[in-house]
């Protein structure tokens, strides 16, 4: 049973693990529309999660994934279609019952899932047990990053009850959903369940923003970097993260040297240790998903030591204090 996993996947679903559009009311209405055929998926994101089931699924069946999304109930059928057509049976998917919220007296209800999203992650975490561990999949289109480290900060209570109050008022979180928060922190145990968190840098956002956040967030400009960092975690195989490459390759119009521009941005950005990562960059170069000129005794020593002024070693895994309200990007 998924409640008895000691690592669950969060995913949401929205920009990241598919491509949709809820920034207008035209989008949500087209997103709506769509056949369950019709929903594309972020490059390389079934791969992946295919690649997750295949690995750690092995021990958990059913694989312990659960989704978010901004869509509205309604949408369920055409959402699990989709998920089946992909061949991913999820454990359970989070719905936003939007569609009440087409008034304009509740437009912010919309577009703003602070709350929502804050709140369902906790009803979750009530459901599961007590010692586990969650990986956190989100994007840079709708503050993920802020509501999964806050929701890490409830859980584990680094934040007192008034200040948790402000930060939510400051995030536009409605009253209403301000105390079912409140609520199901009482009933969660007093532990971060948050192991590492992803973004996809959907809107191109600036990875810098995300140091405020702690070495435990990595922001990702593709699948293929989520997938080299789970690797390193001991997630993913060899052979798991060439398939996901060869995905990006063959569907995508990847080339060779951008996935190795891709690979070297994480160990610009000191994400990636080199030497968890030399035999796979190996690999990826006998398998013709990297340049055949490329020459990783060299190329890879001389990246380890440039200067940076990212995610680096001094950076803390989580920070003990996190400024949610300064949203500088």
């Given amino acids: 049973m998924a409640q008895e996993a000691p690592l669950v996947f969060v995913w949401d679903l929205d920009k990241t693990y598919l491509e949709t559009h809820f920034e207008t009311l035209k989008g949500l209405i087209r997103t709506a529309l769509e056949k369950a055929f019709q929903k594309r998926n972020v490059p ?35 959402i699990k279609e989709k998920l089946i057509y992909d061949g991913i049976q999820s454990y359970g998917c989070f719905f936003k019952d ?30 599961l047990n007590s010692q586990v561990q969650q990986i956190l999949w989100g994007d840079d289109s709708e503050a993920d990053a802020i509501i999964y480290s806050l929701y890490s900060d409830i859980c584990a209570r680094r934040i007192s009850t008034q200040e948790l109050r402000r930060i939510l008022k400051g995030l536009h979180v409605e009253n ?7 609520e199901l922190q009482e009933k969660v ?91 796979l960059f190996i690999f990826l170069k006998e398998s013709k998903l990297f340049p055949s000129h490329y020459n990783i005794d060299r190329e890879i ?27 500088y990007r």
């Fill in 44 to 78: 390389g994101t079934n791969t992946l999660v295919k690649a997750l089931i295949s690995s750690y699924g092995k021990t958990t069946r059913p694989f312990p994934i659960f989704f978010i999304t901004a869509s509205p109930p309604q949408m369920e059928s055409k």
């Fill in 98 to 127: 939007n569609l009440k919220n087409l008034h304009i007296k509740r437009f912010r209800r919309l577009t703003n899932h602070m709350g929502y999203k804050i709140q369902s992650l906790l009803q979750l975490r009530v459901s």
């Fill in 301 to 327: 020593d001389a990246k380890s030591f440039a200067p940076t002024s990212a995610l680096n070693s001094h950076v803390d895994w989580v920070p003990e204090h996190i400024d949610y309200l300064m949203d």
């Fill in 189 to 279: 145990p007093v532990a971060d369940p948050v192991q590492k968190i992803y973004i996809n840098l959907a809107i191109d956002t600036d990875p810098e923003y995300y140091l405020k956040f702690g070495r435990r967030l990595v922001a990702t400009y593709d699948t293929f970097q989520a997938s080299l960092d789970l690797y390193q975690d001991g997630l993913l195989s060899e052979d798991q993260v060439v398939r996901i490459a060869q995905d990006l390759v063959n569907n995508y119009a990847f080339t060779a040297d951008e996935l190795l521009k891709t690979a070297n941005d994480l160990i610009y950005r000191q994400i990636l240790e080199v030497k968890k990562v030399k035999d």
């Fill in 176 to 182: 209403q959903q301000i105390e079912k928060i409140f």
